[in-house]
């Protein structure tokens, strides 16, 4: 997935990891479908864009020293990845079953593990 028109404020030459992620609105009911974005992660920053790719608007933007996160399977093999920041900023990320290997990228990011191809 390539974001078209990133935002100023996102350096693309910074990204070391891009993955698809659905945002799951707050207080969403059990069926809610998530809204699809774009997870980037630099060395030190985690971003959620999301919208169209031509105006990606940034959801969430955090240092990782600023997070803490939650990780819980889903019914359909996917991952649901909650993460709530030291300003109150929070979010709930969907993985599908075919991206649960970035959750688990996402997981070692936050620990500070160095990220392998």
């Not at 990204?15 to 207080?27: C, D, F, L, N």
């Not at 790719?53 to 803490?68: C, F």
Request: glycine content about 10%.
């Amino acid at each position: 997935m390539e974001i078209a028109n990133m935002p100023e404020s996102v350096d693309p030459s910074q990204v070391v990891r891009q993955a698809p992620v659905g945002i799951e609105p707050a207080g969403a009911g059990r069926f809610t479908r998530p809204t699809p974005a774009t997870l980037l992660l630099t060395r030190e920053e985690l971003v959620v864009l999301s919208g169209p790719d031509e105006s990606p608007e940034v959801v969430m933007r955090q240092g990782r020293n600023d997070l803490a996160m939650i990780r819980r399977p889903t019914p359909r093999g996917g991952e649901r990845v909650e993460l709530a920041a030291m300003d109150g900023q929070h979010a709930t990320l969907r993985f599908t079953r075919t991206e649960v290997g970035s959750a688990g990228m996402l997981a070692a990011w936050l620990a500070g593990l160095p990220l392998t191809g």
